[in-house]
C-alpha cells in the first residue's frame, strides 16, 4: 500500500475521486434547477456560470489528463475513450447555448435556461454512469504517474460540508 502523499497513492484513489466529482457536479445541477425560479437574475447567473466552468474544467482536464494517460496504459479503453470525448463535446455546445442565454443585461429567459439545464442533466446522468462504470477501476488502478486528480480530471471535489458553486 503507498502513502498518500506519493504518486502512486494519489493516483489510487483517482476513479473514487472522479464519482465524488461527479456526485458534486451532478447535486450542483440539481440545486441550481431547484432554485431557477426564486434566484434573483443577477445569482442566477453567477451560480449557472460557476457551474458551466466548473463542468468545463473537469471535461477540459479528463481529456487532457486522464484520458490521454489511460489511452496509453490501456488502449484496449480507447474507444470508450473517444465515445466519452464525444459526450464532452456535446456537454460543451450546451454549456456555451447557457452561457449565451446568461449573457448581458437582458432579463434571464428562464424557461429556456430550465430546458437547457434539463437537457444538461440528462445527458450527464448518463455520461457519468458510463464513465463511472468503464473507467473507475481502470484509473484506479493506474499508479507511479507523476500528478495529482486535480492535474488528471480537471478539479477536485469539495469538501462535503462546502460548496464553491
Known sequence: MHPTGSPAGR???????????????????????????ARPSRDLRAHCLTLCAALGRHHTGE????????AEEAPELRPVI???ITDHEVVAGILE??????????PVPVAQVRAELAGLAALLASHFRYEEKRLVAALNALTGRPGTAEDLLGLTAPPADRSPV
Open 82 to 84: 473517444e465515445n466519452l
Open 63 to 70: 481529456d487532457a489528463g486522464a484520458f490521454r494517460l489511460l
Open 97 to 106: 447555448r447557457i452561457e449565451a442565454l446568461l449573457g448581458g443585461d437582458a
Open 11 to 37: 493516483l489510487a484513489a483517482v476513479g473514487n475521486q472522479m464519482i465524488e466529482i461527479h456526485l458534486w457536479l451532478s447535486a450542483e445541477l440539481a440545486r441550481l434547477q431547484t432554485d431557477l425560479d
